[in-house]
């Protein structure tokens, strides 16, 4: 029957005792019975590096899975300002890179040292929610944005553009030949606008 | 059109006027200039009239199912004739300001 320890022996140091190895299997700093097997057997541990085996926070994968997140949220408000970053998304791919970094190495260190870390579960669900972030946005600016018609139909080089009048924003009505009669030239920008 | 509304000072040094035509009604537009900060025209074509002359309809574009325009920049002379064309092929690829003003200065 395993015994339970309360306090820390007088003598700090030296070799693992059952009751320290009790601790270092305890979770959240409850102690919980059972057999237990010393997952560091290479290693004299002192009393004070037992209680600081309590299973940590898993902080690089939660810190990885946010930069994914902030890399996803932040390109249609922020980088798709800029052309620099909008037409290749290169800031928000590096921003990829760098999460899937943190996570991974949250992940690998839960895996490889589980007496230290926590997070070999919610690990890996957040490295499979971020590759799905990651997949949905790599669709989207390849896939989705290219989703209109061709070219083809549009009015070329040389061919007279046709006369228009249309109402501005202050209801106001905008021929085409009264801003030609004005102006030198004219750029027409077609968007998509906003419904 | 923010990168235009950058630089509009540039075309109108040129005596170019830049206009943007969608399907928004003029209120919408309203909202768009105080949001935004477009001080260049934002024309409405909720028919899509002009839009369908120049060939740059995108039926049933919008989430609703309505035709919209698809993104296009044109340029036209003081003839109004066409003088510059950019379709983009992506939504999020729009004209740069700066190659309408290349081909402006090599007219």
């Known amino acids: 029957m395993a015994r339970v320890v309360t306090s820390a022996p007088a003598a700090a140091g030296g070799k693992l005792t059952r009751d320290r190895e009790i601790l270092l299997h305890s979770r959240r700093g409850k102690l919980a019975a059972g057999p237990f097997e010393n997952p560091r057997p290479d290693t004299n541990y002192t009393w004070d590096e037992v209680r600081g085996l309590k299973r940590r926070r898993n902080i690089l994968s939660w810190a990885g899975f946010a930069v994914v997140l902030v890399a996803f949220a932040s390109y249609v408000p922020f980088f798709a300002l800029f052309p620099a970053t909008r037409d290749i998304p290169w800031a928000t791919y590096s921003l990829f890179l760098i999460g899937g970094a943190l996570l991974a190495a949250g992940v690998r260190r839960a895996f490889r040292d589980p007496g230290r870390y926590r997070g070999k579960i919610s690990g890996s669900i957040l490295a499979v929610l971020s590759a799905v972030v990651v997949a949905f946005f790599i669709l989207g600016v390849t896939y989705f944005s290219k989703q209109i018609p061709s070219g083809g139909s549009a009015l070329r080089v040389g061919q007279k553009a046709p006369a228009f009048v249309l109402t501005d924003s202050a209801g106001k009505q905008v021929s085409s030949a009264g801003l030609l009669k004005n102006h030198r030239g004219l750029v027409l920008i077609f968007y998509r606008g906003y419904w | ?89 992506d939504i999020r690829v729009r004209a740069r300001p700066e190659s309408v003003l290349t081909a402006i200065d090599r007219l």
């Not at chain 2, 105080?34 to 002359?53: E, K, N």
């Not at chain 2, 919008?62 to 003081?78: C, M, Q, T, W």
Request: aromatic content about 8%; proline content about 7%.
């Open chain 2, 1 to 89: 059109m923010r990168g235009f509304e950058q630089h509009l000072k540039e075309f109108h040094q040129r005596g170019f006027e830049v206009v943007a035509i969608s399907v928004d009604s003029p209120a919408e537009s309203q909202k768009l200039c105080h949001s935004r900060g477009y001080t260049f025209p934002l024309l409405s074509d909720p028919d899509t009239g002009t839009i369908r002359q120049y060939g740059v309809l995108h039926p049933k574009g919008a989430p609703s199912g309505n035709d919209i325009a698809r993104p296009a920049e044109f340029l036209l002379d003081a003839g109004g004739t066409i003088r510059w064309v950019n379709l983009t092929d």
